[in-house]
Nanobody
């Protein structure tokens, strides 16, 4: 497994979760130049890009999560994070990390109750 996602769970609306995506088998020189991203897929919906962070730490977010979610990376740990605050029921989905190339994490389920 190239990417290992974790941190999902059940939370009430307004709550917070932090997702992690580790790349234990990548060497640092492979991980560091990658733009890493979090996607999500809700039941019956298409997969959508939630947030992206480049190798130079620039970030982009889909409009619906701006101001609530923060993507970050720790290259020394080969890990990307997604801090999710003020969660809403519409954030309920399977969240997947992606390295912009061939690899996807296995997905972690986030369920937000109203």
């Amino acid at each position: 497994v190239q990417l290992q996602a974790s941190g999902g769970g059940l939370v009430e609306a307004g709550g917070s979760l932090r997702l992690s995506c580790k790349a234990p088998r990548m060497i640092t020189s492979t991980f560091n130049p990658k733009a890493m991203a979090w996607y999500r897929q809700a039941p019956g919906k298409e997969r959508e890009l939630v947030a992206l962070i480049t190798s130079t730490f620039s970030t982009n977010y889909t409009d619906s999560v701006k101001g609530r979610f923060t993507i970050s990376r720790d290259n020394s740990k080969k890990t990307v994070y997604l801090q999710m605050n003020n969660l809403k029921p519409e954030d309920t989905a399977v969240y997947l990390c992606h390295d912009g190339g061939n690899y996807w994490g296995q997905g972690t389920l986030v369920t937000v109750s109203s």
